[in-house]
């Protein structure tokens, strides 16, 4: 049990987010050249999608294999387990990005020093800062002319809603950059520009009124630092860990990733700070890390690369307990028990199997159409971890089956690529019709060609205009008000995936009017309320 205790402390996992082009993958890369899990720079290869390749099918399948490649970084530093969970920044797959967010005990937000607080960056942080995941902050691309460094954690605040401390401060920037002061540690980290630098040369001050910082970077910048310091202490709170693993502070650190500056710093003080394994609620109770029995959580569905074989990679999130390979567990929706045989731990950029994994390590598991996300696993209570709630998609497209002898190949490949997440799908109460909806139109050509491509399934789809898929919940469905409500919108209405009702709107007009109207029906835009 000890060992367990000690696998359990040393685990931290965490995923990044940011606007694309901030510069996540390159901070990846330089954070696994730390933990020696890779030899060279460009050896992560960014699962970015080129502007301009929507519907270049290469770029589909391209996109595709490196996500599994990059689904799960795992690496060791200063004896510590780190998991990065991969979370893509194109916004056609923020779904993805948001189930990944209920797999990370915590996140680094990546902003980009020039252009600050960006749309993908708002929406990923707010998701964050609803589920209380503690945050830190790293403003990247210091080497470059960007906003000065108040106005930044000024509009971090204002935009993201955050609490923010700096733990670092540059000094200068762009082609005055001269280095950073290290609010945390008490030194100070001279900016050379060559990425291949000693890491570890950073010369200490722990009296920022000693005249060796002015030998350091010249008087000017050194009164500069030493009354910006001053102001910044005045203006935000004390770093207070408890505060940060409640969401309630940010911490902030500045750096440039793709010259490995700041980034040591970054991980130091993430792996003093960052949370261990965290508890997690179920329908039932709260799980703690600690207890001896396993259970975890599907939040990611992979299909297999090869068409050939229809096997799937299920990743599992531990959250408690051990897991172990060939031991039997209970598939909790389908009250079945079932052993694996081969499940994968992620390395870097290899996958291995692996005998045991602890609470905040992620198992990869064949899966032959057993797993849907958000399914459960224990060792036989029967226990629940909450949904993962289904948000409005943007687009939505009626599908027909364009080879009426592959009707059956149709609805098999429809419903195996709903599990995993890909799109929604939503069927018209009135005649049956079924639509599919998706957060991008990337996500179209998606699943026409992994239809035909792995179900041998041919699909065509027809325009239809809807502006907002809502979750419909009536007060009381015998009411008069419900009954018409259901008579006069039937050609609106359509049943999700589980069976829940849903109301399409055509238009953000119509929508007010329908809630005007209908008092006692509530209208959501997730499928959890
Ligand atoms: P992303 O995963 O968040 O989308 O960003 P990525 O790391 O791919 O970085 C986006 C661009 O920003 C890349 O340039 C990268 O080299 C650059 N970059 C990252 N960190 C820094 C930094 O600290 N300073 C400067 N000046 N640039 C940085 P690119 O030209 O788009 O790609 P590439 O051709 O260099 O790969």
Redo the contacts with the bound molecule.
């Keep these: 049990m000890k060992s367990f205790q000690k696998e359990l402390k040393r685990r931290r996992t965490f995923g990044?987010i940011?606007?694309?082009?901030?510069?996540?993958?390159?901070?990846?890369?330089k954070l696994l050249l730390f933990g020696g899990a890779i030899q060279e720079a460009?050896a992560v290869k960014?699962?970015?999608i080129k502007k301009g390749a929507t519907s270049d099918f290469m770029e589909i399948e391209r996109q595709r294999g490196i996500s599994v490649a990059t689904s799960v970084l795992a690496f060791e530093y200063k004896n510590i387990k780190i998991n990065i969970l991969d979370t893509p920044?194109h916004k056609d797959f923020a779904e993805d990005t948001f189930r990944t967010l209920t797999a990370v005990d915590s996140v680094i937000v990546?902003i980009?020093v020039a252009k600050g607080v960006e749309e993908q960056t708002e929406k990923l942080v707010e998701v964050c800062r609803m589920r209380n995941i503690p945050m830190i902050v790293f403003i990247?691309?210091?080497?470059?002319e960007g906003k000065d460094a108040f106005e930044l954690l000024d509009e971090i605040e204002q935009k993201l809603n955050l609490t923010v401390t700096p733990l670092s401060y540059p000094i200068g920037m762009g082609y005055d950059f001269k280095g950073i002061y290290n609010i945390w540690e008490k030194n100070v980290n001279l900016f050379t520009g060559d990425p291949k630098k000693d890491i570890e040369d950073t010369i200490e001050i722990s009296d920022l009124t000693s005249e060796e910082l002015d030998e350091l970077i010249g008087s000017k910048a050194a009164d500069n630092l030493r009354e910006e310091l001053e102001l910044a202490q005045g203006v935000y709170p004390e770093f207070d860990k408890e505060a940060y693993l409640e969401g309630r502070l940010q911490p902030v650190f500045f750096?440039?990733?793709?010259?490995n500056?700041g980034v040591r710093e970054l991980l130091d003080c993430f792996i003093n700070i960052a949370p261990t394994p965290r508890p997690k609620e179920s329908e039932e109770r709260l799980v703690k890390p600690d207890e001896d029995k396993f259970t975890g959580f599907v939040f990611k569905i992979h299909a297999n690369m090869d068409p050939k074989h229809r096997d799937r990679l299920a990743f599992v999130k531990i959250v408690s307990g051990k897991f172990e390979r060939n031991k039997a567990y209970l598939h909790v929706r389908h009250n079945k028990n079932l052993k694996f045989s081969s499940p994968n731990a992620f390395f870097a950029e290899k996958k291995e199997i692996v005998d045991v994994s602890y609470p905040g390590d992620i198992v990869g598991l064949h899966d032959t159409g057993n797993f849907k996300i958000g399914d459960t696993l224990t060792e036989g209570e029967n226990l629940n971890y909450r949904g993962i709630p289904s948000f409005s998609p943007e687009h939505f497209r009626y599908i027909n089956n364009a080879d009426p002898m592959k009707s059956k190949q149709l609805a098999k490949g429809v419903d195996q690529l709903m599990d995993e997440g890909v799109a929604q799908l939503f069927t018209l109460e009135l005649n049956g019709r079924k639509i599919i909806g998706t957060v991008g139109a990337l996500q179209f050509e998606v699943i026409q060609y992994r239809l035909e491509h792995e179900y041998g399934a041919k699909c065509t789809y027809e325009n239809l205009n809807v502006y907002k898929a809502t979750w419909v919940e009536a007060e009381d469905e015998k009411s008069e008000e419900f009954k018409d409500f259901k008579r006069v919108k039937a050609k609106f209405l359509a049943k999700d995936k589980k069976g829940q009702l849903v109301f399409l709107a055509d238009s953000q007009f119509s929508l007010q009017m329908t809630q005007d109207k209908y008092r006692s029906i509530k209208f959501h835009f997730t499928s959890e309320f």
Aim: proline share 3%.
């Design positions: 990044i940011s606007h694309p082009d901030a510069g996540k993958t390159t901070l990846t890369e460009g960014s699962n970015k920044g990546v980009d990247n691309k210091m080497d470059r750096g440039s990733a793709l010259n500056f």
